[in-house]
């Protein structure tokens, strides 16, 4: 059973701009903090941006102001819109929900299966 479900990945130009989705199921984003997590070769996973059931959010330094994340929570869907791309940018890109510490997911129990972003110069 698909919990959270990802889309929207694709290859673009730096300076380019991409919204990826996550769809979930009612009982994996229901009162959970969601968020964008990410994963380049070669590195460790981490956290891109979260949200809250409320709408606050939280954002990596090196993407804010560049990216923002929002949510519907009648439809259970959460975006990442990501403007100016960086080569750094590029990533498998991952959905997921949880238990937060204030606007940051800090426990998450349900993930996606990850969305391929890749940014060329």
């Known amino acids: 059973q698909v919990q959270l479900a990802e889309s929207g990945g694709a290859s673009v130009q730096a300076g380019g701009s991409l919204t990826l989705s996550c769809a979930a199921s009612v009982g994996a984003f229901k009162f959970r903090v969601a968020a964008w997590f990410r994963q380049a070769p070669g590195m460790q996973r981490e956290l891109v941006a979260s949200?809250?059931?409320?709408?606050?959010?939280y954002y990596l330094d090196s993407v804010k102001g560049r990216f923002t994340i929002s949510r519907d929570n009648d439809k259970a869907t959460m975006w990442l819109q990501m403007d100016s791309l960086k080569s750094d940018g590029t990533a498998m890109y991952y959905c997921?929900?949880?238990?937060?510490?204030?606007?940051?997911?800090?426990?998450?129990?349900?993930w996606g299966q990850g969305t391929q972003v890749k940014v060329s110069p």
């Open positions: 997921a929900s949880g238990v937060g510490e204030g606007t940051v997911l800090s426990r998450p129990d349900y």
């Open positions: 949200i809250t059931t409320y709408g606050s959010t």
